[in-house]
């Protein structure tokens, strides 16, 4: 268990550097272990931005450039891999 923390900190910490913190494993979880991934959000913004940060986890990792990495990542929503919602 991973937690993330915005407020009376000194530095917020938030889900996005979470994911770049664990990205390794996440692609690992994403490309070979059969996992599914939740990204919730109570706004669409907040939603994105993890989704990007795991984009460029892909562009990293596969040398892919930014829509090859995008395109990539998508193709894991369609399949119900990546989920994401609005609360």
């Known amino acids: 268990l991973d937690v993330a923390f915005k407020g009376e900190y000194e530095q917020s910490i938030y889900v996005q550097h979470k994911v770049r913190e664990h990205?390794?494993?996440?692609?690992?979880?994403?490309t070979?272990?059969?996992?599914?991934?939740?990204?919730?959000?109570?706004?669409?913004?907040?939603?994105?931005?993890?989704y990007?940060?795991?984009?460029?986890?892909?562009a990293e990792i596969e040398?892919?450039?930014p829509p090859e990495a995008e395109a990539r990542v998508e193709a894991l929503k369609e399949a119900g891999i990546i989920r994401t919602t609005i609360y």
Do not use: M, P, S
């Not at 990205?23 to 994403?30: I, V």
């Not at 990007?52 to 892909?58: L, M, P, T």
């Open 23 to 30: 990205r390794h494993q996440l692609y690992n979880w994403l």
């Open 32 to 50: 070979q272990d059969d996992a599914t991934i939740y990204i919730c959000a109570d706004n669409e913004r907040k939603v994105l931005i993890v």
């Open 52 to 58: 990007i940060a795991i984009v460029r986890i892909f």
């Open 63 to 65: 040398d892919l450039r």
